[in-house]
């Protein structure tokens, strides 16, 4: 079966059903929380209890009172469970599913170029490694970077890393000069304007909306910028009809689900390649998520020693948003 462009395992209809019920059940059992973000695939997103974007689920891995957090996600974000969570059992479906974004920054070279600016103040994207949450004075999502930036004196400098786009998007919206690390996300990054300008020239009338991990020559044309979160928001409460969405097209299916009369186009990548999807996130299948929660592992722990240094940042992320 294809979901999003990306061929996948998906089970028929009775196994499915099977499973679903096999993970209610272990649910109860182990008194769990399973949490997804809206990039999963459409199966995983309807068994969780809580579905959201990096922040939102931040703070429901902070505040629940579960024993076990199950979370269907890219490896940062397990992480970041554990780190808030260090007496709970953190497990994830496939602790394979690693985000290239958090790899393009390795904290020895982070270290030697935060130490090219002593004084400034690091602000990390969620989207990195527990190691550069650790080097990091306070830790951001898309959701509430703007506000965090806007918190720091104007006679600071600023570290910004790991992702150059939502760096620089912000550098822009608020006229801050910031020091970029030049990473990205590869999902965001591969859109271009002369690919979506012929979608914008075919559905006239369409919004252009896109997340800020894209690149500027895609967010100088869109209608609406904005988070996971902030993009879903928009689309709901909106009152144009069709959209041509600039983002990971796993959240086309929660977006269908809140306003099921608008038309939500994905934005194209490119002629051979149209869905620009993060295969890592896909990684979260039915079937890996029944054998963690049945075997209890993959588990995500964090050296005590690394989660103290990234919790610092994380709480203070979530105090100033």
Avoid at 144 to 172: C, H, S, T
Avoid at 197 to 225: M, N, S, T, W
Wanted: aromatic share 8%; proline share 5%.
């Amino acid at each position: 079966m294809t979901v999003f462009g990306v061929e996948n395992d998906m089970p028929g209809n009775e196994q499915k059903k099977d499973l679903v019920e096999r993970i209610e059940r272990l649910r109860k059992e182990m008194r769990a929380i399973i949490l997804a973000h809206y990039y999963t695939i459409p199966e995983v997103q309807d068994v969780a209890d809580i579905v959201g974007d990096s922040l939102a689920l931040a703070r429901a891995a902070e505040s629940t009172d579960a024993d076990v957090i199950v979370f269907a996600g890219v490896y940062f974000m397990g992480e970041t469970a554990s780190i808030l969570n260090p007496d709970k059992v953190v497990l994830m479906p496939d602790d394979r599913a690693g985000c290239p974004l958090a790899d393009s920054c390795p904290a020895d070279e982070f270290r030697v170029f935060k130490a090219e600016y002593p004084g400034a103040v690091v602000i990390s994207y969620i989207n990195s490694t527990a190691e550069i949450k650790a080097e990091s004075d306070i830790i951001c999502t898309s959701s509430n970077a703007e506000r965090i930036v806007r918190q720091i004196p104007e006679d600071k400098e600023i570290i910004f890393g790991p992702d150059r786009n939502l760096g620089g998007y912000i550098m822009r919206k608020l006229e801050r000069k910031m020091i970029l690390w030049q990473g990205y996300c590869y999902v965001h990054d591969a859109f271009s304007w002369d690919v979506i300008r012929k979608a914008v020239e075919k559905y006239q009338g369409a919004e252009l909306i896109a997340h800020p991990e894209c690149r500027e020559e895609v967010l100088e044309h869109a209608d609406f910028i904005g988070s996971t979160s902030g993009l879903l928001n928009y689309t709901e409460n909106s009152k144009n009809r069709v959209f041509i969405v600039a983002t990971e097209p796993g959240i086309l299916y929660e977006m269908r689900k809140r306003a099921p009369g608008k038309t939500f186009i994905p934005a194209p990548k490119d002629a051979s390649q149209p869905w620009s999807t993060c295969t890592q996130m896909k990684q979260n299948t039915l079937e890996k998520l029944y054998e963690c929660m049945e075997k209890r592992r993959p588990r995500i722990i964090v050296e005590e020693g690394l989660r103290q240094a990234a919790l610092r940042p994380i709480l203070r992320m979530l105090e100033m948003s």
